[in-house]
């Protein structure tokens, strides 16, 4: 049951991601003359390879991407949203399709969790979109900079704050908590808000191993990605040349991240790291509320 769910998993991304890469290439076809692959081609090539191996980690790859794009004058702002979701579509399912085997998380947890962040997508969207984006950032905010205090409390044994969490699994009320706050990281996405960091503060305020949280975060961004894919081509509303560049060096970019990971990085490590990317985040999320008209 076990292998056969996780094979059912890796192959359904694999055949929707197989899907949107004809989708982009039939596009690229089209609209040839529009591709210079050596305009910026450098610039482009580095921005891709390394958000994505950062977005491996956990840091996330859209502000770090548009951070590039200004700095380099490489992409347009008008279709940046489109080339963003199209571009790095295929990394962070490389991405996914890696981490699904990073720990032995139970299949049925992965999948369900999965599943509630692309319903959120689809259906909570219209939800959060009438929410108050100010006290959004300043919630998540505060949250974080909460959780990550806790987590660093717990690693180094202060406090009554018990162990860190080691479960791979999750059943009952806490898997019930679980999807609909992955649900609601769906629909947040939908209007910005990144879902890896506040997904793998979920998981740990649940008991979740840290490991657990990057087949979980990875997986849903991956289908949700995917699903954006035709909506943004049939429009042209994203950066061919761009675009290309972020599939091609963003996948080496997570793969090469995976394996430093994988091979240099125990859980505790990944666990401190992780507690870093927190801060910063919420640091983030403060600023931008405090920027809000």
Not at 164 to 193: P, R, Y
Request: aromatic share 12%; charged share 15%; hydrophobic share 55%.
């Amino acid at each position: 049951m076990k292998i056969n769910m996780l094979f059912m998993l890796r192959a359904a991304l694999l055949i929707w991601t197989f899907t949107s890469l004809l989708i982009v290439l039939r596009d690229v076809r089209k609209h040839k003359d529009e591709i210079n692959l050596k305009r910026k081609g450098a610039a482009l090539a580095f921005t891709g390879f390394i958000t994505n191996f950062f977005d491996t980690w956990g840091i996330g790859s859209f502000a770090t991407t548009q951070f590039c794009f200004k700095v380099a004058k490489s992409s347009e702002d008008e279709t940046m949203p489109g080339t963003l979701n199209v571009g790095d579509t295929f990394p962070v399912a490389v991405e996914a399709l890696l981490f699904f085997g990073f720990v032995e998380i139970d299949p049925l947890t992965l999948v369900l969790m999965i599943a509630a962040a692309v319903v959120g997508a689809y259906v909570g969207a219209s939800i959060v979109c009438r929410w108050n984006v100010k006290i959004v950032r300043i919630a998540l905010g505060c949250a974080l900079l909460a959780l990550a205090t806790v987590m660093v409390c717990k690693m180094q044994g202060w406090g009554p704050f018990g162990g860190v969490g080691e479960a791979l699994s999750l059943s009952g009320i806490k898997l019930i908590v679980g999807m609909i706050g992955n649900f609601f990281l769906g629909a947040l996405m939908m209007i910005g808000f990144g879902l890896y960091i506040p997904c793998t503060a979920l998981i740990s305020i649940l008991g979740m191993s840290i490991g657990a949280a990057f087949p979980i975060m990875m997986g849903s961004c991956a289908f949700l990605m995917n699903a954006s894919v035709p909506k943004f081509v049939k429009e042209g509303k994203y950066d061919r040349n761009a675009t290309l560049h972020l599939a091609f060096f963003g996948s080496l970019g997570a793969l090469a991240a995976y394996l430093l990971m994988k091979y240099c990085f125990d859980l505790t490590t990944l666990t401190y790291i992780i507690c870093v990317v927190m801060l910063y985040t919420s640091i983030t999320f403060f600023k931008d509320a405090k920027n809000d008209k």
